[in-house]
């Protein structure tokens, strides 16, 4: 099955700082890539995903980036701001799991006001 | 994308006992999920619910421990039987948008095994 790993797994910056986050993954058939934010106590929230057609997306401060040939897939953050403090997930997964995702460990995410 | 809601968000069980969960969907949904989140961890995956199918449970999650039931397209219910203290976990339920595949989660519910 799919195996995700998730670096680093806590990450602290400053207000106004980049972060980035990254992730790879083992199934090469894996073609979808979703990003999820998860503030304490609530529920997972979907930010952002790719799919294996294309190389970057963004929207607004933040992206994300898919190498397929090296199975790899990053998280950027630019001009981070204090409520972006929060624990944020990766996922892999492919048609064939009915893209059920397989989720990193994730990244605790702190930004110094 | 779909409104999901919880019942109950939060329970505090006796060891030995079952508990319920509810998982409403605004909306018709083929794929319902069901996750455990343990404090501090990540999302582990119990099992997939689709409507007029048994459930398929992954790995280390068995069905008279978990039984779920699906009896429509916007509704489900998790059990958690015989309780134990390790038992205290998140769970959550989520469902996949089609024809997006994107997934979204419920708000979860907090159990507590004493």
């Known amino acids: 099955g799919e195996n995700v790993e998730q670096h680093p797994s806590t990450l602290s910056v400053q207000e106004g700082d980049s972060a980035v986050i990254k992730c790879t993954y083992s199934?090469?058939?894996?073609?979808?890539f979703p990003w999820y934010k998860q503030e304490l106590g609530k529920r997972p929230q979907l930010i952002i995903d790719?799919?294996?057609?294309?190389g970057e997306k963004k929207d607004q401060r933040i992206a994300v980036t898919l190498n397929k040939t090296a199975k790899h897939f990053s998280l950027h953050i630019t001009e981070t701001q204090p409520e972006d403090s929060a624990v944020y997930f990766c996922?892999?997964?492919?048609?064939?799991?009915?893209?059920?995702?397989?989720f990193g460990r994730g990244t605790s995410l702190i930004v110094h006001p | 994308s779909a409104v999901i809601s919880q019942k109950p968000s939060r329970d505090i069980c006796q060891r030995g006992t079952s508990l319920t969960i509810q998982c409403q969907v605004d909306?018709?949904?083929?794929?319902m999920f069901w996750y455990r989140q343990q404090p501090g961890q990540s999302l582990t995956l119990i099992a997939t619910?689709?409507?007029?199918?048994?459930?398929?449970?992954e790995s280390g999650f068995v069905i008279d421990k978990f039984p779920i039931s699906r009896p429509n397209l916007t509704f489900s219910t998790l059990t958690v039987s015989n309780m134990s203290p390790e038992d205290s976990s998140i769970y959550l339920c989520?469902?996949?948008?089609?024809?997006?595949?994107?997934?979204?989660f419920g708000p979860g519910t907090r159990l507590t095994v004493t």
């Open positions: 996922a892999a997964s492919s048609a064939g799991g009915s893209y059920i995702p397989t």
């Open positions: 989520s469902v996949e948008d089609e024809p997006t595949y994107e997934q979204y």
């Open positions: 909306s018709q949904v083929t794929m």
């Open positions: 619910a689709n409507q007029g199918s048994e459930a398929t449970y």
């Open positions: 199934d090469s058939a894996s073609n979808y």
């Open positions: 790719i799919r294996s057609n294309v």
